[in-house]
């Protein structure tokens, strides 16, 4: 029955290959656009972390809620803290990000680097593809004068050669040396300033540029990086993290005034980085779910308009024995197929079109997801499309074929009947979802331009942010007073109309005396109109 029941599928799709291609790419087109946005969704929500115990990993940071400020970062002290009274983790590692100036090689570059604990990279469970990873027999008070690159770094500033291993590279005004390079599926798990971390260096955050006598002032960390120990729940944590900040605030009341509210709170690694976008997967998934069910009532009004056509051969049929189940099973497999013709050229839609969507993806995107067509969509397609496959075929299927002579007479005085009240709740229900879609669109596309007006908390007129050159001979803070004494020259000879204002701000992390501080420095300029 089933063998004969595709034989028969296959010559009436050959016997109307026009009706059969519109059907196909009107189902392509939905079920393609929801396996591609699946895929977006398997690597940022579904998919686990690529790194050891990736339900354990958590980042930790300083929230003050009676200011409403969140996720203030840590200061030195409050990591310590972290790692020697919480009693919560296996390991604890400290972030700074950093900008510097990368020379010694074919072409200067800025950077970002990440200012580590030691443990960073046992923490995540991750070795290099080349060489080491630092670990503690790297420790140094202050920041430990090797590096580990990213695979980016290497194959672009050093072609790939495996010789980049030993090779002294300078940061600013100090140099390092390259003991290892990363995957090239691995990326920093967290927030950077640039875009992607290039470059790794340990420290113990106790000696210069760091001040050797950590106080509790400011929050220069942005958050440490903590895998939670084995049977501890992250409510569990939480919990005692809110006993330890209560401490803290005893035994250090003049740090952290009642006034602030600070207190520490933990965060799943995972939410950290995509619980942001989860909101945004939903409402898009919902777009293109709306759109696959208009694509099925479309091809469902196609069924029916092709059946009215059939009605003669559904009534020889039932006049030489066929019954009611067996017309309709096989208009089922009808639908089945086409929609499973439909998936399959979807497919190929959704293959082209993730390569579009990873250039949407914001650039600063952390843990860059692998977001490919694997064996997660292809099972989500093959659902969509045999569920599709029943959802427009039921119509059709439905629909009497009791008897010849019932469809004889239907036929003889015109009437259109059941199909036509069936076809018109299509073309209302297909409206409706239209309508719905549109507004939507809508609201998201005022939404989106509300977004761009936003406010920054600052007045942004005139407000000029200045990097500085990479020339031979300026390196780190000479370069700083290079860029000074060339704004200096450039406001003197600028005609400024009624009148003019200047004001700028400098700043750097640590209050060493080491050129290690100029590893991170930022001049902004302003220049008020009147």
């Known amino acids: 029955m089933i063998l004969s029941s595709i034989r028969y599928t296959t010559r009436t799709f050959l016997k109307t290959p026009g009706f059969t291609t519109v059907v196909i790419l009107t189902l392509a087109l939905g079920i393609g656009a929801n396996a591609a946005l699946f895929s977006v969704a398997d690597a940022l929500i579904l998919r686990p972390l690529p790194f050891k115990d990736a339900d354990r990993l958590v980042r930790v940071t300083g929230d003050l ?42 072409e200067p570059e800025r950077i970002e680097v990440q200012l580590v604990s030691p443990g960073y990279f046992n923490l995540l469970g991750v070795t290099a593809q ?18 580990v690159i990213s695979d980016s770094l290497w194959k672009r500033r050093f072609g790939a050669r495996p010789d980049a291993l030993g090779k002294k590279v300078r940061l600013d005004e100090d140099m390092y040396t390259i003991i290892g390079v990363m995957p090239a599926d691995f990326r920093h798990p967290g927030r950077s300033i640039q875009g992607e971390v290039d470059m790794w260096s340990p420290t113990g955050y106790v000696a210069s540029p760091f001040n050797p006598k950590p106080a509790r002032v400011g929050f220069p960390i942005n958050g440490a990086l903590g895998r939670l120990k084995p049977g501890i ?8 993290l809110q006993a330890l900040s209560a401490s803290l605030q005893a035994e250090n009341p003049g740090d952290y005034p009642e006034s602030r509210g600070w207190t520490l709170r933990l965060i799943p690694l995972h939410n950290d980085l995509y619980g942001n976008m989860r909101p945004a997967l939903f409402v898009l998934l919902s777009a293109v ?20 056509v059939r009605q003669r051969e559904f009534a020889i049929r039932t006049a030489i024995g066929a019954s009611r189940k067996r017309i309709a099973v096989q208009m089922l497999m009808e639908s089945i197929t086409l929609s499973l013709l439909g ?20 650039a600063n995107l952390p843990v860059g997801p692998v977001i490919s067509i694997n064996g997660n969509v292809l099972v989500f397609s093959f659902v969509v499309a045999v569920g599709t496959g029943l959802l427009f075929g039921m119509a059709p299927a439905l629909q009497r074929f009791d008897a010849a002579y019932e469809i004889m007479k239907d036929q003889a005085r ?62 780190g803070c000479k370069a700083d007073e290079t860029v000074f004494a060339v704004l200096r020259r450039v ?6 109309p009624r009148g003019e204002s200047g004001d700028r701000s400098y700043q750097s992390p640590g209050n060493g005396t080491s050129n290690h501080h100029c590893l991170r420095q930022y001049f902004q300029a302003q220049r008020k109109w009147v």
């Open 65 to 106: 809620t009676k200011q409403g400020i969140k996720d203030v970062g840590l200061n030195i002290p409050e990591l310590f803290d972290l790692r020697d009274r919480a009693g919560l983790f296996d390991e604890v590692s400290g972030l700074f990000p950093v900008n510097a100036n990368l020379t010694q090689v074919d």
């Open 130 to 147: 080349l060489g080491r990873v630092f670990g503690e027999q790297d420790y140094t008070p202050g920041i430990t004068e090797v590096a």
């Open 233 to 240: 729940s992250v409510a569990a944590a939480q919990a005692k």
């Open 289 to 308: 779910g709306a759109v696959l069910l208009i694509a099925c009532a479309n091809v469902a009004n196609l069924l029916l308009a092709r059946a009215a």
């Open 343 to 362: 998936g399959a050229v979807g497919l190929g839609f959704a293959v082209w079109s993730v390569d579009l969507l990873r250039t949407f993806l914001p």
């Open 414 to 475: 015109g009437s259109t009947g059941d199909r036509s009240r069936l076809r018109s709740l299509l073309v209302t229900a297909e409206f409706a979802l239209a309508v719905v879609l549109l507004i939507t669109a809508s609201l998201l596309i005022q939404s989106y331009r509300k977004l761009q007006n936003v406010q920054p908390g600052f007045n942004a007129d005139h407000v000029l942010g200045v990097t500085r050159g990479l020339r031979k001979g300026i390196r």
């Open 491 to 496: 406001s003197r000879t600028v005609p400024v």
